[in-house]
């Protein structure tokens, strides 16, 4: 009897605890390869990737408008203005950096923590967190208002005898996103190397032979290259746990180490980390439940995966709620008049309709997820997701405008509203990653073959699995 | 022409039982240069094909090299450069600078964990003898290949073949160097 054939027949016992397992049994060495790598090599696409393209490309060609408008006519077009200068680009910026942070947390946390259901799925949260890295990375560079000098943030010699002031988080930030970014297209990279030879091998076409044997590196699976191979990746796992908390902490510090009433607060690294956190599993869901659907999946993105990232979106979400909570209490306890009228100008405000859709979208409609129905129902899970990711955006803007536009002096309070461009641009980057993530799911391989076959059965002598 | 030279006897399973215990009897038997490629990584055959890691040590090294560089960059911007007054401060206001240096520190490190990863793979190397073997894509994706390289001291050709036959592989190939 073949591997083939063993493998085939093999019914894995669920592990301790639970009734669905981690892959669907009947999965073989040659079945995942064969299912994985089609998708890329094979010429025909499901018809919702075509609908799903041609709706990205039409938002990216909007986003684009975007750009020409702001660059020939500036930052002016945005409804931005003093005091509140920061408005819908920043809340863009935080919301995108902190999606990218479950791609993170799925890859190198959950490596560490010897979690192997990540197996199936780390490969696409990584690839979702670069694109939202990327499309975070646009706004700060947009909001700067001359987008063409953004470089002059970097120390480098330079002829204009200034340099980079390091003790503003605003240079932090600089370093800690292009770090994260870096850290996780080469995280990335080198887990896909397996992947990319499986791939190579398979190619039927001379152009793509070639393109993805030189994307492989000529990897020939050799027990050294898999030796230094993970190696290389758990030590990347090691450096990119506390980096993923850093760089949400770095981004909290943009808004505590100013002086302003409801930013100049301890509690924000945690609320910021823990909400990223949130809004990534949100993420990781609204793409997971419809690609598997479409690429007939569910046999290795099983309701076990739905229900673990439900959990940990669940689990992220009370530590937000709890965060919601104290942050008024701080204030009250500091009996400082200026934070207690944040307080109530956020409630009862110009802005307390963001404020309440927040608390409604963050903290109520998730506690949902208690039930085991609602976290393996793909559907109601995939609204659920869409309400987080909602809701989180809305919290970054209820703390930047609903701070910003009643500051110290009442002679300078705005009211803040957002113009049909900064509008345009929000949804233009929600092109851009989709567009970026479809490219993604064409052409590269999307579940990680190499780290699928190690949950088989029969992967190891002695008829276990590596996990 | 030059005489063409072997790389290697290689054996073929297409199970991993079965190549695990044929690499852990080639280890015994005195063999040093033999190498197996496998699908994914299978972690009993760290301890018996025979290697080196100092992909820890190269970037425990980067990841310090970082911490100063940014150290350094920072003192040498803040205190000497292009010092600033800000507020009667201390120009070199050391903890201020704690976020950047580790920022630097872990893309350091990372860098070298990567590179590290593909210098001592010797990546890229878009040619291998290896690829020689007619069946050899399936080593990424159910096939488990060992090979014997010609330049073991124990290596010769009719006896080494003879023994990877003992295994019971599916085949057995002689591989031919460039």
């Known amino acids: 009897m073949t591997i083939d054939e063993r493998q085939r027949r093999a019914s894995r016992p669920p592990g301790p605890g639970t009734t669905v397992a981690i892959v669907a049994p009947g999965t073989t060495f040659h079945s995942v390869t064969e299912q994985i790598s089609t998708i890329v090599t094979s010429p025909d696409v499901p018809p919702i990737w075509f609908w799903s393209f041609a709706a990205a490309l039409t938002l990216v060609l909007i986003f684009l408008t975007g750009v020409v408008a702001l660059i020939s006519t500036g930052v002016g077009i945005f409804g931005n203005n003093i005091p509140v200068a920061w408005a819908f680009p920043i809340t863009n910026f935080v919301w995108w950096i902190g999606i990218g942070h479950a791609g993170t947390l799925i890859s190198a946390i959950l490596l560490l923590l010897n979690q192997p259901w990540r197996n199936s799925i780390n490969r696409f949260a990584e690839a979702m967190t670069l694109f939202a890295v990327a499309c975070a990375g646009l706004f700060p560079v947009f909001h700067l208002g001359r987008p063409w000098v953004a470089f002059w943030i970097l120390p480098y010699p330079n002829l204009m005898t200034v340099q980079s002031q390091f003790r503003s988080p605003l240079v932090w930030d600089v370093f800690a996103v292009s770090t994260y970014a870096t850290v996780s297209l080469l995280f990335w990279y080198l887990g896909m190397i397996p992947d990319l030879a499986s791939v190579r091998d398979r190619a039927t076409g001379r152009l793509e032979h070639a393109v993805y044997g030189v994307l492989a590196l000529g990897w020939r699976g050799a027990s050294r290259h898999w030796r230094w191979h993970k190696t290389a990746s758990k030590l990347l796992a090691g450096l990119a746990t506390p980096l993923v908390l850093s760089v949400h902490t770095v981004v909290s510090f943009d808004f505590t180490i100013a002086i302003l009433a409801g930013w100049h607060s301890t509690i924000f690294p945690p609320y910021f980390v823990s909400g990223a956190i949130f809004s990534g599993f949100a993420m990781v869901l609204v793409l997971a439940i419809p690609i598997r659907k479409a690429y007939r999946l569910e046999n290795l993105v099983t309701e076990r995966h739905l229900d673990n990232c439900a959990k940990i979106m669940l689990a992220t979400g009370l530590v937000l709620a709890y965060t919601y909570v104290i942050e008024p209490f701080t204030s009250w306890y500091s009996g400082d008049k200026f934070e207690m009228a944040v307080v109530h100008n956020r409630a009862a405000g110009p802005y307390a309709w963001s404020f309440w859709a927040v608390i409604a979208l963050n903290v109520v409609i998730p506690q949902l997820l208690w039930w085991k129905r609602n976290r393996t129902q793909p559907l109601i899970l995939f609204l659920i997701s869409i309400d987080v990711l909602v809701g989180m955006w809305l919290e970054r803007y209820m703390i930047i405008v609903s701070s910003l536009n009643r500051d110290y002096l009442p002679a300078s309070w705005f009211r803040y509203s957002a113009t049909a461009w900064d509008n345009i641009m929000l949804y233009g980057s929600i092109g851009l990653f989709t567009l970026l993530f479809l490219l993604f799911v064409r052409f590269f391989p999307m579940i990680s073959m190499s780290e699928v076959r190690e949950l088989l059965p029969y992967s190891r002598p002695g008829g276990g699995s590596e996990k | ?178």
């Open chain 2, 1 to 178: 022409m030059a005489e063409v030279q072997t790389y290697g006897m290689v054996a073929e399973f297409d199970d991993p039982e079965e190549l695990v215990a044929a690499a852990r009897a080639v280890r015994d038997k005195g063999y040093r240069r033999f190498e197996t490629y496998t699908p994914y990584a299978i972690r009993e055959l760290d301890e018996i094909v025979p290697q080196d890691d100092w992909i820890p040590l190269l970037v425990l090294l980067s990841g310090a090299l970082g911490t100063i560089t940014a150290f350094g960059l920072q003192y040498w911007i803040a205190a000497i450069h292009y010092p600033l007054n800000i507020g009667g401060r201390p120009l070199n206001s050391w903890p201020s600078w704690v976020p950047i240096m580790f920022e630097l520190t872990v893309l350091f490190a990372a860098s070298a964990a990567f590179f590290g990863m593909l210098f001592f793979a010797g990546f890229p190397a878009l040619y291998h003898p290896m690829f020689r073997i007619p069946t050899f894509e399936r080593a990424s994706d159910d096939g488990f290949f060992l090979c014997i390289e010609a330049r073991d001291a124990l290596f010769e050709s009719d006896a080494t073949a003879r023994f990877l036959l003992s295994f019971d592989p599916l085949k057995v190939w002689e591989v031919d160097d460039e």
